[in-house]
Nanobody, 115 residues
Framework: QEQLVESGGGLVQSGGSLRLSCAASGFSVSNYAMNWYRQVSGKVREFVASASTSGSSTTYVASVKGRFTISKDNAKNTVFLQMNDLKPDDTAVYYC????????WGQGTQVTVSS
């Protein structure tokens, strides 16, 4: 069964850091582009970051550039989102997604940044 499971969320003070993990099972992340999204209750889900199939090409939404880093660890079959200098506006549920013709979402992990 193909599955994505996010973890690593929590409560952190403004300026702090968290590393989110997205563990894949049933397929290899090395074969897919992988994205991170976030969603605040009542708002549209927002793109945050993407990593290409090889992981060598990454893109970010402007609001997180220079603070967040997406990476793939093929040996662990996991995608990471390193988040530094967190701000209250980063508070959201974070989701990872497998891209391609068979999209797959994880269940999300809550990130709360206090001011």
């Amino acid at each position: 069964q193909e599955q994505l499971v996010e973890s690593g969320g929590g409560l952190v003070q403004s300026g702090g850091s968290l590393r989110l993990s997205c563990a894949a099972s049933g397929f290899s992340v090395s074969n897919y582009a992988m994205n991170w999204y976030r969603q605040v209750s009542g708002k549209v889900r927002e793109f945050v970051a993407s990593a290409s199939t090889s992981g060598s090409s990454t893109t970010y939404v402007a609001s997180v550039k220079g603070r967040f880093t997406i990476s793939k660890d093929n040996a662990k079959n996991t995608v990471f989102l390193q988040m530094n200098d967190l701000k209250p506006d980063d508070t959201a549920v974070y989701y990872c997604k497998r891209m391609g013709w068979r999209e797959l979402w994880g269940q999300g992990t809550q990130v709360t940044v206090s001011s």
